[in-house]
């Protein structure tokens, strides 16, 4: 899968040109898998190599890309000879040889108990499929099938069928296999109903019946309930929610609640006013304006006495005074 993405994705894309190319390589890699299932399942290849009956009976056990890499191993087969066998209570080692290289040999080991062929050459636990010296050793014990301890399920059509395995504990794995294997069964449920407007209406209904039974099914689901409570008395909740915000400089760690606290005065500590329209405040500004207004028609008043409070009365305060003042000097 990685060396199929790297074909179409590198580190100096933008992002939608990113988007376009995944895009694009999903389509292709879909069309490719849709063109192999109809292939395993719809065509036969043609028989041409001397073990016949192991070769029909690999089609049906094999994907068509696995088959003709276990096709090659078949035919080259031919070209081996056994040249010693030795049996050791219910183990047996044949030594071969092939055809135009006398000096080579390989040895190959079959245990009856286990039903079990053991090869040095190890091509079975690199790719998964038999050699060609197993199929040695089958032809001479004269069986018609391949042994099961050389299929190896990953290369079966039977992969994506995951009807027969159950897990108890729910793991991302697990669940994007489930997601694969249903999705891949839908694809030829889809494929069927399009052909006609009668099944594909049939289809429609039917399967969002029963997406609204899988919905209810689903603790998270909002049909039923939204949370669902944890072994922990905690409350996990799986739809999708706006993500916190990160607690960067300046936030504030304290949520701030529905039914936030009243605004209570800084003057006399009651809700229900600010300072601005306390009713202390109001007395006090009433009586300082009355003073100030006593203190400016009264003629033994200075400016020195003159509140700083009030800067426009002790202007004209003091216009006044030197106002007097210059009227004496001319009477003078």
Excluded at 162 to 188: Q, W
Excluded at 218 to 229: H, Y
Excluded at 300 to 321: D, R, Y
Aim: contains cysteine.
């Amino acid at each position: 899968m990685n060396s199929f993405l790297n074909r179409f994705i590198n580190c100096q894309l933008k992002l939608y040109k990113f988007m376009q190319n995944i895009d694009r390589a999903l389509k292709r890699f879909r069309h490719s898998e849709t063109f192999n299932d109809y292939q395993c399942g719809n065509t036969t290849p043609v028989y041409s190599t001397h073990l016949t009956s192991l070769e029909k009976y690999a089609v049906t056990i094999y994907t068509m890309n696995v088959f003709f890499l276990v096709w090659d191993e078949i035919k080259e087969e031919i070209s081996f000879s056994i040249c010693n066998c030795v049996q050791d209570v219910d183990r047996y080692t044949y030594t071969l040889k092939r055809f135009g290289c006398e000096y080579l040999t390989w040895t190959t080991c079959f245990i009856s108990s286990a039903n079990q062929i053991q090869c040095l050459c190890k091509l079975f636990e690199t790719l998964g499929i038999p050699c060609s010296y197993s199929f040695s050793v089958i032809k001479t014990m004269n069986m018609q099938n391949i042994l099961s301890s050389l299929i190896l399920t990953r290369w079966t059509p039977s992969t994506k069928h995951m009807t027969n395995i159950d897990c108890v504990t729910l793991t991302p794995t697990m669940e994007h296999a489930r997601y694969g294997s249903l999705s891949a069964k839908c694809n030829k449920l889809c494929y069927f109903a399009s052909k006609s407007n009668g099944r594909f209406k049939e289809a429609d209904r039917e399967i969002e019946k029963l997406t609204v039974h899988m919905q209810e099914l689903m603790p998270s689901s909002p049909l039923t309930s939204e949370t669902v409570l944890c072994p922990k008395g905690k409350q996990h909740v799986h739809n999708a929610r706006d993500h916190g915000i990160p607690a960067t400089k300046g936030y504030s760690a304290h949520k701030k609640t529905d039914g936030g606290k009243a605004r209570k005065c800084g003057n006399c500590g009651k809700a229900g006013h600010t300072v601005k329209t306390c009713h202390r405040t109001q007395l006090h500004n009433n009586s300082t304006v009355a003073s100030n207004t006593t203190h400016m028609f009264d003629p033994s008043c200075t400016e020195k006495t003159v509140p700083i409070a009030f800067p426009l009365l002790q202007l004209v305060h003091l216009i006044s005074s030197r106002f007097q003042l210059t009227m004496v000097v001319w009477d003078i």
